[in-house]
């Protein structure tokens, strides 16, 4: 079962250049969500897509845009990266009926993480 | 003010200790309540969940919801190295999206 995976696990950028980070599922979820990970901060959520065909912001969307390709796969790309978006990044997913706005708890399942450093 | 609060640690404890990990919250539209565990440089997994107020049990942990007081709780008991990790707390309004705590680093020294 491979869940939730993430590509690049790691990478390494200089200031205003671009990349995109792919996150595909298996498990048949309806929702995907984009976060970053902060020291201190917790995990922040970027963009979300409730169901396929739709995206919305997050809490921290600026500089960031998203692709939900299709069902399985949600794509996170920094156009013109910065330093203050050095992150851990995860994807998750969750079955959520409805989606986000959909019926009881809202339970993620992570991917392992892509950790982006902009210089 | 964070709508969820949580102590980022770290907290190290003994082999075998009995550990507590906590958070606040200002929303009392909150009711449903989750522990995440994640282990370094992996994802956070859900540990436990539990639906407004009371205890609910597994294993060696235990998760408690006080709603009055707006105060989740974390036990572990019989801790172990392998529960070494950063723990977050996480809570929602019904089917809506999930707030995390900060996340607090435990550290079981064998």
């Known amino acids: 079962n491979a869940g939730v995976t993430q590509t690049p696990k790691f990478q390494v950028l200089k200031t205003g250049q671009s990349m995109t980070l792919q996150c595909a599922q298996d498990?048949?979820?309806?929702?995907m969500y984009w976060y970053r990970q902060d020291p201190g901060m917790g995990l922040r959520l970027i963009y979300y897509?409730?169901?396929?065909?739709?995206?919305d912001k997050g809490e921290v969307p600026n500089g960031y845009n998203v692709s939900r390709l299709n069902k399985r796969e949600f794509s996170l790309r920094l156009e013109s990266a910065a330093p203050s978006q050095t992150s851990v990044y995860f994807c998750?997913?969750?079955?959520?009926?409805?989606?986000?706005?959909?019926?009881?708890?809202?339970?993620?399942?992570f991917g392992a993480g892509s950790r982006l450093t902009v210089l | 003010q964070k709508e969820v609060e949580q102590d980022p640690g770290p907290l190290s404890v003994p082999e075998g200790a009995i550990v507590s990990l906590n958070c606040t919250y200002s929303?009392?539209?909150?009711?449903?309540f989750m522990w995440y565990r994640q282990y370094s440089r992996k994802g956070p997994e859900l540990l436990m969940y539990?639906?407004?107020?009371g205890n609910k049990e597994d294993g060696r942990f235990t998760a408690q919801v006080d709603k009055s007081s707006k105060y989740i709780s974390l036990f572990i008991r019989d801790s172990q190295p392998s529960d070494s990790a950063t723990y977050l707390c996480?809570?929602?309004?019904?089917?809506?999206?999930?707030?995390f705590g900060a996340g607090t680093i435990l550290r079981v020294k064998s």
């Open positions: 998750a997913s969750s079955s959520s009926s409805g989606g986000v706005l959909g019926s009881g708890a809202n339970v993620l399942t």
């Open positions: 498990m048949n979820h309806n929702s």
């Open positions: 897509s409730a169901s396929e065909g739709t995206t």
């Open positions: 929303n009392s539209a909150f009711q449903y």
């Open positions: 539990t639906y407004s107020s």
């Open positions: 996480a809570m929602c309004r019904y089917g809506n999206k999930l707030v």
